[in-house]
């Protein structure tokens, strides 16, 4: 074909899509004239799902970097339009296109999209995922959350398998690790501004609108938790904690100057918006991290000189004496297990509950406790039931049985993360296993306390950084510089 031709073709599609355009805004200023401002963004809204749709099945990676996106914002404008609108369910239609894209873009090359799959993790989230579809019959719970449940694990398994095709190289995994350390950090950024400037009117409008957010966000200076962007300070919280892992072990081990300045702003923002949020379980998963990143550079100098530096400032953090700081007597508390009122009701739960696991190995079903139970099981004896912990909400839903498949689930992805760090010569291939090892640590010591691995964006974390494991053991051979 001539240029000429493709000339033409070029400023016919540019005609075509102005043209869209100027239609596409005379509907939608119709509509806003008659039908009122919700018609309108509604419209809008479904214009601009469309054009993400279409961007993430063409474009796969670009996808998979919007689709975090807006898992970071979608609570923010949810509130935003509190009672009109609810955006969770795009997030994860561009999951899906994402990965239909993926494949058809494996197709167009000629390769297989399972090529590559055998791994000791696949093959243990394959069995986990299998047990977790066969509890979809638990005769104790309802079709309703069994559906439901369904969505939500498939939407996982698309997001794990999106991530395996797309970091195929050392190239798009470090663009991963830069975007994400870069969203997060203007996350962390927004809760310091909710912290100096105060929260805008429409977001305190949506914590004064429920009894309940009102008691668990207040603190003892009549001021909230912070949770920036995101749905609730608790997962805010434990996301600025375990993305500030990875953002340290990236400040230790880039050799680009202008790399480490982004890294330790993005740094500071991390734990300025984890501290904010008064999440203490942010704060355990975050030490765990460093003491787990301590132990696997322990023969480094650099690490012990970091470790004395960490001892300091948790010393100075604990011990010295500035009491009127209200973010500060937060994080002193998360030490004080004998005086947490929330400490002693969460063990006396536990207590309570245990018969119940011990007398049903598989469980009471899928979304049979807390306020999905309420909402999907209401009569269950389970439902209404504050589980807190992540480990404690698969014992009682799942079983034992289940509690043990997750248990093995969390070595075997640690322990063969640790076995190709170790086996890796490649520096730059060891950063990357390194941040999602320590990452994937602080992750699993938060789903002790929370359920910290579950909602958007946390999803995308983990399930990203365990492909990352994964797929750097199949780049061993590759070559090493597309860099």
Same mark, same amino acid.
């Given at each position: 074909?001539?240029?000429?031709?493709?000339?033409?073709?070029?400023?016919?599609?540019?005609?075509?899509?102005?043209?869209?355009?100027?239609?596409?805004?005379?509907?939608?200023?119709?509509?806003?004239?008659?039908?009122?401002?919700?018609?309108?963004?509604?419209?809008?809204?479904?214009?601009?799902?469309?054009?993400?749709?279409?961007?993430?099945?063409?474009?796969?990676?670009?996808? =998979?970097?919007?689709?975090?996106?807006?898992?970071?914002?979608?609570?923010?404008?949810?509130?935003?339009?509190?009672? *009109?609108?609810?955006?969770?369910?795009? *997030?994860?239609?561009?999951?899906?296109?994402?990965?239909?894209?993926?494949?058809? +873009?494996?197709?167009?090359?000629?390769?297989?999209?399972?090529?590559?799959?055998?791994?000791?993790?696949?093959?243990?989230?394959?069995?986990?995922?299998?047990?977790? &579809?066969?509890?979809?019959?638990?005769?104790?719970?309802?079709?309703?959350?069994?559906?439901?449940?369904?969505?939500?694990?498939?939407?996982?398994?698309?997001?794990?398998?999106?991530?395996?095709?797309?970091?195929?190289?050392?190239?798009?995994?470090?663009?991963?690790?830069?975007?994400?350390?870069?969203?997060?950090?203007?996350?962390?950024?927004?809760?310091?501004?909710?912290?100096?400037?105060?929260?805008?009117?429409?977001?305190?409008?949506?914590?004064?609108?429920?009894?309940?957010?009102?008691?668990?966000?207040?603190?003892?200076?009549?001021?909230?938790?912070?949770?920036?962007?995101?749905?609730?300070?608790?997962?805010?919280?434990?996301?600025?904690? *375990?993305?500030?892992?990875?953002?340290?072990?990236?400040?230790?081990?880039?050799?680009?100057?202008?790399?480490?300045?982004?890294?330790?702003?993005?740094?500071?923002?991390?734990?300025?918006?984890?501290?904010?949020?008064?999440?203490?379980? $942010?704060? =355990?998963?975050?030490?765990?991290?460093?003491?787990?990143?301590?132990?696997?550079? #322990?023969?480094?100098?650099?690490?012990?000189?970091?470790?004395?530096?960490?001892?300091?400032?948790?010393? &100075?953090?604990?011990?010295?004496?500035?009491?009127?700081?209200?973010?500060?007597?937060? !994080?002193?508390?998360?030490?004080?297990?004998?005086?947490?009122?929330?400490?002693? *009701?969460?063990?006396?739960?536990?207590?309570?509950?245990?018969?119940?696991?011990?007398?049903?190995?598989?469980?009471?079903?899928?979304?049979?406790?807390?306020?999905?139970?309420?909402?999907?099981?209401?009569?269950?004896?389970?439902?209404?039931?504050?589980?807190?912990?992540? !480990?404690?909400?698969? $014992?009682?839903?799942?079983?034992? #049985?289940?509690?043990?498949?997750?248990?093995?689930?969390? &070595?075997?992805?640690?322990?063969?993360?640790?076995?190709?760090? =170790?086996?890796?010569?490649?520096?730059? $291939?060891?950063?990357?296993?390194?941040?999602?090892?320590?990452?994937?640590?602080?992750?699993?010591?938060?789903?002790?306390?929370?359920?910290?691995?579950?909602?958007?964006?946390?999803?995308?974390?983990?399930?990203?950084?365990?492909?990352?494991?994964?797929?750097?053991?199949?780049?061993?051979? +590759?070559?090493?510089?597309?860099?």
């Amino acid at each position: 074909m001539s240029n000429y031709s493709l000339q033409q073709r070029s400023t016919l599609s540019s005609i075509l899509l102005v043209s869209l355009l100027v239609l596409l805004s005379l509907c939608c200023s119709y509509a806003i004239a008659v039908y009122g401002y919700t018609t309108g963004i509604l419209i809008l809204t479904g214009i601009f799902g469309l054009a993400c749709f279409v961007v993430c099945f063409l474009r796969p990676a670009l996808g =998979f970097f919007l689709s975090i996106v807006l898992g970071f914002i979608v609570a923010a404008f949810e509130r935003l339009f509190y009672g *009109v609108l609810t955006f969770d369910f795009i *997030v994860e239609l561009l999951t899906y296109a994402t990965l239909f894209g993926a494949v058809y +873009k494996k197709h167009l090359e000629g390769e297989s999209f399972w090529k590559g799959m055998r791994h000791p993790i696949n093959f243990i989230l394959l069995g986990y995922l299998t047990y977790l &579809f066969i509890e979809c019959f638990n005769p104790n719970g309802s079709l309703y959350g069994a559906l439901f449940s369904v969505r939500k694990t498939a939407q996982i398994v698309v997001l794990y398998l999106t991530a395996l095709s797309i970091f195929q190289s050392y190239k798009n995994i470090k663009h991963f690790f830069y975007f994400w350390i870069v969203i997060s950090g203007l996350c962390g950024a927004y809760a310091c501004y909710q912290q100096w400037v105060g929260f805008p009117a429409f977001e305190l409008d949506w914590i004064y609108a429920s009894e309940v957010r009102v008691a668990i966000y207040q603190l003892d200076n009549g001021s909230f938790r912070k949770f920036s962007t995101l749905t609730d300070p608790a997962a805010f919280g434990i996301l600025m904690g *375990v993305s500030a892992l990875v953002t340290i072990v990236m400040v230790f081990k880039t050799s680009l100057k202008r790399s480490r300045i982004l890294f330790a702003a993005a740094l500071l923002f991390q734990l300025l918006g984890m501290s904010f949020s008064g999440t203490r379980t $942010a704060i =355990f998963a975050f030490i765990a991290g460093i003491c787990f990143y301590i132990l696997m550079t #322990i023969n480094n100098a650099k690490t012990l000189v970091f470790a004395v530096f960490c001892a300091l400032v948790l010393g &100075f953090l604990l011990l010295a004496p500035i009491y009127g700081s209200v973010t500060l007597n937060r !994080f002193r508390s998360a030490f004080s297990f004998s005086k947490d009122a929330s400490y002693e *009701v969460r063990n006396n739960n536990r207590a309570h509950i245990q018969p119940y696991i011990y007398t049903h190995p598989i469980g009471g079903g899928p979304m049979t406790t807390g306020t999905n139970g309420l909402k999907y099981n209401p009569d269950h004896y389970l439902a209404g039931f504050p589980t807190d912990s992540g !480990f404690l909400r698969s $014992a009682l839903e799942f079983g034992w #049985i289940g509690l043990i498949l997750v248990c093995i689930t969390f &070595f075997i992805v640690l322990q063969q993360g640790v076995h190709a760090f =170790f086996k890796e010569g490649n520096p730059l $291939a060891r950063a990357f296993l390194l941040a999602s090892i320590v990452a994937l640590f602080g992750n699993i010591v938060a789903q002790y306390s929370q359920v910290a691995i579950g909602a958007n964006p946390q999803i995308y974390l983990y399930y990203a950084l365990v492909a990352v494991i994964v797929n750097i053991s199949k780049l061993e051979n +590759k070559q090493k510089t597309d860099v």
